[in-house]
């Protein structure tokens, strides 16, 4: 018999009872409707930190919102860790409003300052947008970082879902392009491979619905991000793991669930990394499912995940 967190099996209860429907059977609208309400349902809480701004910063497609959290105010002449977070919702949903309590736990737990990128969505914005726009804030970031009161030498890069697929994506153009420089990386539960039917056997036991995610879903999210499903599903900034060269890339903590679909791709990525030279760590939470991450009001196994991911990279920043 399968094991599941019990708060995780309650959260899928809650779902089905409240008339939850599978991504791909709704329309865009009705997912970020979806989404916002779930996050905003079971996420009652805010954590107070220290100062929070929100700044525009020049990217390809206009201005990207940048939120910015510090846990605290810099000591005179000090520079603080700091990590770009990019948020999940399978490339056209989420914010960094929906992210908002996620950033504020991983700044007060890691003591580092945190940069919420919130780019372009599809189908609005087709790929490459969010591509370009995440490199452009992270750049811009990187560029500006000591006004920030961070330290240009120590950033990293941080996020769920679809944001974690951003995160290396990022990770790969900023060793192609010799730049901005990236200490860490940390996916976490990214879907790595979006090709139509990959061979995972993840995929095919958990791809179900009966776990958060149908396989269909993932689907539907290649055709709304996508201009091209079958022409661009196969490029590395949309697949990573569609890339021939893991080297030279940041050092990782790569995080998935037990009980999510794209669990396999998450093993196969943190191996080609450690394959190829990179220092890997890989986590896999037992019993938990797709968006436990960002439930961490309701999922204790959440809250812990964020603290492991903040603790392992303010470890990793001050290393």
């Known amino acids: 018999m399968t094991y599941i967190d019990p708060q995780c099996a309650a959260f899928l ?3 089905n009872e409240s008339g939850f429907r599978a991504a791909h059977t709704i329309s865009i609208e009705e997912s970020r409707d979806a989404l916002t309400a779930m996050v905003v349902g079971l996420t009652k809480s805010k954590t107070p930190i220290k100062k929070v701004e929100d700044r525009l910063v020049p990217g390809p497609g206009g201005n990207i919102p940048v939120r910015i959290f510090w846990p605290r105010l810099p000591k005179e002449g000090e520079l603080m860790p700091g990590l770009c977070y990019i948020h999940g919702g399978g490339f056209y949903m989420g914010s960094i ?3 908002d309590h996620v950033c504020r736990n991983i700044a007060n737990m890691g003591d580092m300052v945190v940069a ?6 599809a189908p609005e914005n087709k790929f490459p947008a969010a591509v370009d726009d995440c490199y452009a804030a992270v750049q811009w970031i990187s560029d500006n970082a000591a006004s920030l009161g961070i330290d240009p030498d120590r950033i990293a890069i941080a996020g769920d879902s679809a944001g974690g697929t951003l995160v290396v994506t990022t990770s790969m153009l900023a060793r192609d392009r010799g730049g901005p420089k990236i200490a860490a990386q940390a996916p976490i539960y990214a879907p790595l491979d979006i090709r139509d039917n990959p061979p995972y056997p ?24 996508l201009n ?18 893991y080297s030279n890339l940041p050092r ?18 943190a191996d080609r990394l450690k394959e190829a030279g990179v220092p890997a760590d890989y986590l896999c939470v037992p019993g938990a499912v797709h968006p436990f991450f960002i439930l961490d009001d309701m999922i204790d196994i959440g809250r812990k995940c964020q603290k492991d991911v903040a603790e392992w990279l303010g470890k990793t920043l001050r290393a």
């Not at 993840?202 to 991000?225: C, N, Q």
């Not at 091209?228 to 599903?233: F, K, S, V």
């Not at 998935?256 to 679909?261: I, K, Q, R, Y």
């Open 13 to 15: 209860k809650h779902l």
């Open 97 to 99: 409003d929906t992210h």
């Open 116 to 121: 919420s990128i919130d780019y372009r969505l």
């Open 202 to 225: 993840s995929r095919i036991k958990l791809g179900t619905g009966e776990y958060f995610i149908h396989e269909k879903d993932l689907a539907y999210i290649a055709r709304a991000y």
């Open 228 to 245: 091209d499903p079958e022409a661009e599903a196969a490029d590395w900034r949309v697949s990573p793991l569609c890339a021939t060269d």
């Open 252 to 269: 990782a903590l790569v995080v998935t669930a037990e009980l999510d679909p794209v669990c396999d791709e998450n093993k196969i990525y």
